[in-house]
């Protein structure tokens, strides 16, 4: 690793503990600038990588605040970034408080509130779903005279499809309603309450949009492979310039005009959108980095590193990302069929030698409790493969097949007597 000038100015990283990002994400930006971490928990993984640290609580912006104001006493900060998604609009009010380059922070709040987002979206006649708030029961039952049914239910400021659930008749709204509420609980977003909103067909994509001087630069455009309904956990990702088409350019400027309307000009953005059979429609904009290691496999496929733009711009830069790249990337996650405590979980020694593996990990540890999404959400997962190759066809391929190389054995039964099955 490419050491940087301790004495140039720092990158202040606030929350880095996303284990996908492990060895990836802070690793490229260690090597480019001195680190300093502000995070929830003292360092472990992240030490070879960070110059120096504070604990604070990530939803505390006065706590933080104070512990920026603290490193910045020791250090000079040139920058701020997160790819924390409960930690964006507390990022760009410290990146405001230390007059480093960043985002308005009633912009970014505006992206983590969906109703609030949606409405910004019509008011800009931006392509979106037609949406109604929901804070009630009864609020849920009014929403349906507008909406029809089929229609989709979500905490409105959550993160990662933890709540999403699809109502297809009226005996479903009350598990619903319970589902999406207790997953607003489980992530601290109560008070946001939840929006209803059309249920939008047809696949769904994602834009990874570089936000610096020069305005919107697409970078990538990723297909998501979602699990089965109701629910929407997402099983994969595929990026390859190949399968970019006037549908995807058609996308990309309804991704462009979505950050308009949000006021999103800084940064790199990763956009939801689906692909209806009216054109695209906006799911919903994030300010910050994709999840699911989706930079990496933008990285793999184009040779744009947007680790390392996003950076440069908290610091900022202008990185004028350009693509070198022109292949195929993909990852794709292993969920438990079945609940239970996990005996097992193996891969194949073979796939890690094949030069098209970029990666096979395992997530879980024998004898932890498992069960199927929506469960425990992206908790759920038991390992996860990266690979790569020439075309979209062969990456799909290839990643089916190292996914089926990797084998759970589940214990079903309740006094775990030995009983299993196969994830």
Known sequence: MTTPDPDAPALLLIGAGDSLYRGYALKTLASRYPILLLDTEPPTWQNPYIADHRVADLGDLTALRAAADDLAAAHEIGGVLTWNEFAVAHTAAIAQHLKTAGLDPEAVRACRNKAVARALFDAHAVPSARWAPVNSPSQLRTATAHLGYPFVLKPAAAAGSAGVIRIDSPDELGHAYAFAARAAGHHGVTAAGLVAEEYLDGPEISIEVVAGPG??????????????????????????????????????????????????????????????????????????????????????????????????????????????????????????????????????????????????????????????????GLDSRLAHAVVTADTPAQCRQRLDHALTAIHATIDTTPAHSGETVAA
């Open 215 to 376: 305005g919107h630069t697409v970078a990538a455009v990723t297909h998501k492979q979602l699990g089965t309904p109701p629910y929407f956990e997402e099983t994969g990702h595929l990026v390859a310039p190949a399968l970019r088409s006037s549908v995807t350019d058609e996308a990309e400027k309804t991704a462009i005009r979505a950050l308009e309307a949000l006021d999103i000009t800084h940064g790199v953005a990763h956009v939801e959108i689906r692909l209806t059979s009216a054109g695209p429609r906006l799911i919903e904009v994030n300010p910050r980095l994709g999840g699911d290691l989706i930079p990496h496999l933008v990285h793999l496929a184009t040779g744009i590193d947007l680790v390392t733009a996003a950076a440069d711009l908290a610091m900022g830069l202008d990185p004028a990302p350009r693509a070198t790249r022109h292949q195929a990337a993909g990852i794709g996650f292993v969920y438990p069929k079945t609940a239970g405590r996990l005996l097992s979980l193996t891969a194949d020694p073979a796939l890690t030698t094949t030069s098209w593996c970029e990666r096979a990990v395992l997530e879980q540890q024998s004898g932890a409790r498992i069960a199927p999404p929506p469960a425990s």
